[in-house]
């Protein structure tokens, strides 16, 4: 007789044995850190599906997520001893000891190709408790060689014309798995293949996607970090840019109160911070920002924002007539009368008055998924899904 999670696994009718990873069975590790062949392979083969996730969790089968839409990839479930190759594989001999010890671990894997070509994946590993055991869910999620263009993201003509202020900050928020660090980094290459442009630029990331060093840029320069690889915090990181001269500088994410205030004084400090949030529109990534101020520095670090605010954007991805996804954002510029107003105004007011300028003077969620209604590349069933996710 089939117990309850047999049963769960019996029923779930997302994939058909046609449909599984090919190479089943093959050795998930034979050497941790050096030779790898069933995770490289299964590695490969979801890359090829353009799989946007890939995940192995203790007692369960590995499941891959495509164009939004989950899929199961292999038949047999996975034992505490194959996690813990895995998890040795991917960070190195205590991978297995940092996960039992309490601690996850956030950091880059790659896969050569060839001599010039490498698969890189961001991955995150965290430990769980599950229905049979403790146990370990480690998340991987593939990163393109280059990102594509701002045009091939379809960036809207606010974005093009704002992103890259001479000083400031710009924002992009939204979900995980939206497209922040997509957008960000087609932003980069934008500034990097600008022939007058005379950028320095200076990325920190945990860990880094995109290795940009291979632009060819006829008058810019780009450095990037991995965290906490190379340094230990993003803290360290900007901190250091203040000696380095860079006139950009990139921060993955502002996820703490240190490293939001440390993005603050470079961004009044005559750099172009850019980073991402955590936030689900413009509103709410306002009141992001000023909950990340930390209590005791709260008055200046607010002043400042006002002061340095350039752009916002947030953004989700759709569903879109091709089966993949695009883009949906909204758009707000913080031109000198808004940046007074939120210097004249409470943090409270900040997520109204933002909500207010995004209708007035920016491009709202409702506009975007109008206009792609109008462009044909999102569903009419779509579009009123998003409107009921926007409220």
């Not at 939004?68 to 038949?75: E, I, P």
């Not at 205590?94 to 698969?119: C, H, K, M, N």
């Not at 701002?150 to 939204?174: K, N």
């Not at 999102?378 to 579009?383: F, N, Y």
Request: aromatic share 6%; charged share 25%; glycine share 6%.
């Amino acid at each position: 007789m089939l117990d309850s999670l047999s049963l769960l696994e019996a029923s779930d009718g997302t994939s058909s044995p046609s449909t599984f990873w090919p190479d089943e069975g093959l050795t998930w590790v034979t050497e941790a850190r050096k030779y790898a062949p069933g995770l490289d392979s299964l590695l490969r083969w979801a890359f090829e599906l353009e799989a946007s996730r890939v995940a192995f969790q203790t007692g369960h089968p590995i499941w891959i997520r495509v164009h939004g839409r989950n899929r199961r990839a292999t038949v047999s479930t996975l034992d505490e001893a194959q996690i813990a190759q895995i998890a040795n594989h991917l960070y190195g001999a205590d991978g297995t000891a940092r996960l039992q010890g309490g601690s996850d671990f956030d950091v880059s894997y790659e896969i050569p190709i060839d001599r010039s070509r490498r698969l890189r994946f961001r991955l995150n590993a965290t430990p769980i408790r599950t229905s049979r055991r403790a146990g370990a869910n480690i998340v991987l999620r593939p990163i393109a060689d280059l990102p594509p263009s701002l045009e091939a993201q379809l960036a809207e003509p606010a974005i093009l014309a704002a992103f890259r202020p001479r000083e400031g900050m710009v924002i992009v928020s939204g979900g995980t798995g939206s497209g922040k660090s997509t957008l960000i980094a087609g932003m980069t290459v934008a500034k990097l293949q600008d022939p007058y442009g005379h950028h320095n630029i200076a990325e920190a990331a945990a860990p880094v996607e995109f290795l940009l060093d291979r632009v060819k840029s006829p008058s810019s320069t780009i450095c990037q970090t991995e965290i906490p690889r190379d340094l230990p915090s993003f803290e360290a990181f900007i901190r250091g840019c203040m000696r380095r001269e860079p006139t950009d500088i990139i921060v993955g994410e502002c996820r703490d109160s240190t490293t939001m205030g440390a993005s603050i004084q470079a961004a009044i400090s005559g750099h172009a911070l850019t980073t991402t949030i955590h936030a689900n529109d413009v509103s709410l990534t306002m009141q992001r920002i000023a909950s990340l101020c930390a209590a005791d520095e709260r008055d200046n670090l607010i002043t400042s924002v006002a002061q340095s605010l350039r752009l916002i954007v947030n953004q989700r991805l759709a569903i879109s007539m091709d089966g993949r996804r695009t883009a949906l954002r909204e758009i707000l510029v913080f031109d000198a009368p808004l940046r007074t107003t939120l210097l004249q105004s409470s943090p409270s007011d900040w997520p109204t008055i933002t909500r207010r300028a995004v209708h007035e003077q920016g491009q709202s969620y409702a506009s975007a998924i109008r206009a792609s209604l109008e462009q044909g590349r999102i569903s009419e069933k779509v579009a009123a899904h998003e409107r009921r996710e926007i409220g």
